[in-house]
């Protein structure tokens, strides 16, 4: 059993951020194991444990298949021989697919780092276009990170999801959310929507113009 610190944790640390939530992926253990060791597991189906004293989160390694429509219609595989880099092969974008191990060491397969220093929003790989939620989250990076742009290949993923409408499968709820995270850079986050034609769908009840805000 192996842990390594995964995420956001990381890619702020990088981009000399502040650090709020430590996510953790635990490599080669089992659902009984970690509930031997006090850890409470986050829903019944669901391979994310909170820590019995940190409160960090720690999902066992996994990978997924599509099974449904929208971003819960998946199925995933937790078994204990799920490598480290097939678990962050799930992940959206290369600069969230960072991870680091208990010497510090960062393991980086598909370059992220590099991403980080050009400021480029890109892929990890095809199975983003099958998660409609990332479509908010790339909205929510572009608005939060200055200088970063999304790379003309991702945005081909965008407009997958939204030709595909799997936007249509996201609850009201984990939309708002990401509002709620992306915090004072709303207007870029709005634009990127306007600007890729997700807006309107996404967010049908908001009507405001351009004009109008400025």
């Known amino acids: 059993m192996k842990t390594y610190l995964v995420g956001g944790a ?3 640390k990088l981009l000399d951020l502040p650090v709020k939530d430590k996510d953790w992926v635990v490599v080669g253990a089992t659902q009984d194991q970690m509930l031997a060791k006090k850890f409470k597991q986050v829903g019944k ?3 994310v444990f909170i820590h019995p004293k ?5 999902a ?3 990978t997924e298949r599509k099974s449904g429509h929208g971003y819960t219609g998946f199925e ?10 097939e678990d962050l092969a799930r992940r959206d974008l290369t600069i969230n697919a960072i991870a680091q191990d208990a010497d510090g060491s960062l393991i980086d397969p598909f370059n992220g780092q590099e991403d980080i220093k050009t400021k480029k929003l890109r892929h990890v790989s095809d199975a983003f276009s099958e998660d409609p939620l990332r479509v908010l989250r790339i909205a929510r990076f ?3 990170f200055d200088g970063f742009v999304v790379v003309p290949e991702t945005i ?3 407009k997958d999801i939204i030709k595909n409408g799997e936007l249509e499968h996201l609850t009201p709820e984990r939309k708002w959310l990401e509002i709620y995270k992306t915090g004072e850079s709303l207007d ?4 990127f929507l306007v600007e890729h034609s997700a807006r309107d769908v996404l967010f049908p009840e908001i009507r405001v113009s351009r004009s109008l805000r400025e």
């Not at 940190?54 to 720690?58: C, D, L, R």
């Open 76 to 85: 995933f595989d937790t078994n204990p021989n799920v490598t480290l880099e």
């Open 45 to 47: 189906d669901f391979p």
């Open 60 to 62: 066992l390694a996994r």
């Open 156 to 158: 081909d993923k965008i």
């Open 54 to 58: 940190t409160g960090e989160e720690y």
């Open 142 to 144: 572009y608005a939060k």
């Open 10 to 12: 990381i890619r702020n």
């Open 188 to 191: 870029s986050f709005f634009d």
